[in-house]
């Protein structure tokens, strides 16, 4: 149950509520951090080409509101400019000089050309917190690179250590550089908000995926300082650690598990009624666990072979044992192995109906997430620059 202020009017209560945030995005990183901030209660203008975000019709045919466009545009207004046009250029200018955030993240150049850069409008605009997101940087050779989420992948190295080790290097079956490099625009920008509520300056705040890839696989970059040695991949298992990440199939289906530790072991064994196994001299150490992983998971799996995964879940989780179901999407449900009741919410667009997609991720103050909807291409263009020319009137 949320308390009585979480039903409250959302403009009053959301953490950036009167905050303006116009969006110049494409696809999914810009699109995804201003969705963040339109859920926690800013007034988001998503700036349209004429012939729309390109994600609405990415692998769809249906109608303008595809899939990748349905996960990261909830709750957005759009406007149509043709920012080609002295015109178009004009009225972004002028939308610009009342908004506190601008995102964007065409390609290298491309928001320069039209006098729209982070440094540009920031000489004019000191106020601005200015975030934008490329693939290979701003600057130099690697720059002009089409900035795409498997490019990133490849490039960082994350693909070297996922899959199997006699296989081919294997993708992270989604967009992982695409949504990290959401969650790290978001940051940034809330950081520049943060510092110009102290200092009255905005700034800018630059994001590449290459970088964000990198980062993410901290823990391996460490691994290789301190050995000198290339991680490996190994599958679903770690190369140093048993049972760490280890597949586990049960009577309908799977359960991954990691008790590495030399404290957790033995109780996963007595879980399970096999305390001689944490004395058997194949798998007493973890150096010899790691060397007798098949013959270690062959055990576990007639030990647990007859029992759901659920089942197995609870089993281990009162003996403190780290474990999860392995679940396909169509098993995933809202309220169940602690996944929020409130979790996912109705998104609808004009003309269907609506689709429950997972909601904001966290809470503040315990406030619901909220539905919302999807808007049609320049759904917003009149309604929007009647207000731009309302306060060009007001100021004049």
């Known amino acids: 149950m949320h308390d009585e202020q979480s039903s409250a009017d959302p403009s009053s209560t959301a953490p950036l509520a009167g905050l303006r945030v116009l969006e110049f995005g494409q696809f999914i990183a810009a699109p995804a951090a201003a969705q963040t901030l339109a859920d926690m209660g800013a007034d988001v203008i998503k700036i349209e080409p004429p012939s729309g975000d390109a994600a609405r019709v990415v692998g769809w045919n249906r109608d303008a509101y595809g899939p990748m466009f349905t996960a990261y545009n909830r709750g957005k207004r759009s406007v149509v400019l043709d920012l080609r046009s002295e015109a178009g250029r004009a009225q972004a200018r002028a939308l610009i000089a009342g908004a506190d955030v601008l995102l964007q993240n065409m390609r290298p150049g491309s928001m320069e050309k039209l006098g729209l850069g982070g440094e540009q409008l920031l000489a004019e605009f000191p106020r601005l917190v200015y975030g934008q997101v490329s693939g290979f940087g701003q600057r130099g050779p690697a720059s002009v690179r089409p900035g795409f989420d498997i490019a990133a992948q490849a490039e960082s190295g994350m693909m070297s250590l996922n899959g199997p080790r006699d296989g081919d290097p294997t993708r992270v079956g989604f967009t992982a550089v695409d949504s990290m490099a959401a969650h790290a625009l978001t940051t940034g920008v809330l950081a520049a908000l943060v510092r110009r509520g102290v200092t009255g300056r905005g700034g800018l705040v630059d994001v590449s995926l290459i970088d964000v890839a990198i980062e993410a696989l901290g823990n391996a970059w460490a691994e290789y300082g301190l050995t000198g040695e290339l991680p490996l991949r190994c599958g679903n298992g770690q190369p140093h650690t048993a049972p760490a990440a280890d597949v586990i199939a049960t009577a309908d289906g799977m359960v991954v598990i990691s008790a590495y530790t030399q404290d957790h072991f033995p109780?996963?064994?007595?879980?399970?009624?096999?305390?001689?196994?944490?004395?058997?001299?194949?798998?007493?150490?973890?150096?010899?666990?790691?060397?007798?992983?098949?013959?270690?998971?062959?055990?576990?799996?007639?030990?647990?072979?007859?029992?759901?995964?659920?089942?197995?879940?609870?089993?281990?989780?009162?003996?403190?044992v780290v474990v999860g179901a392995v679940r396909t999407m169509a098993e995933v449900q809202a309220g169940h192995a602690g996944v929020s009741g409130d979790l996912f919410v109705d998104i609808s667009a004009p003309g269907r109906e609506a689709v429950r997609i997972p909601g904001l991720p966290l809470t503040i103050d315990g406030s619901a997430r909220r539905s919302s909807r999807l808007p049609a291409i320049g759904e917003h263009t009149a309604e929007i620059l009647a207000e731009l020319q309302s306060r060009c009137r007001s100021h004049s």
Do not use: H, W, Y
Request: aromatic share 2%.
């Open 267 to 320: 109780r996963l064994c007595a879980a399970i009624g096999r305390d001689d196994m944490a004395t058997d001299p194949r798998f007493r150490e973890n150096v010899g666990r790691v060397k007798n992983r098949a013959d270690l998971r062959a055990e576990l799996s007639a030990a647990l072979q007859n029992m759901s995964s659920d089942a197995v879940c609870d089993l281990l989780t009162r003996a403190g």
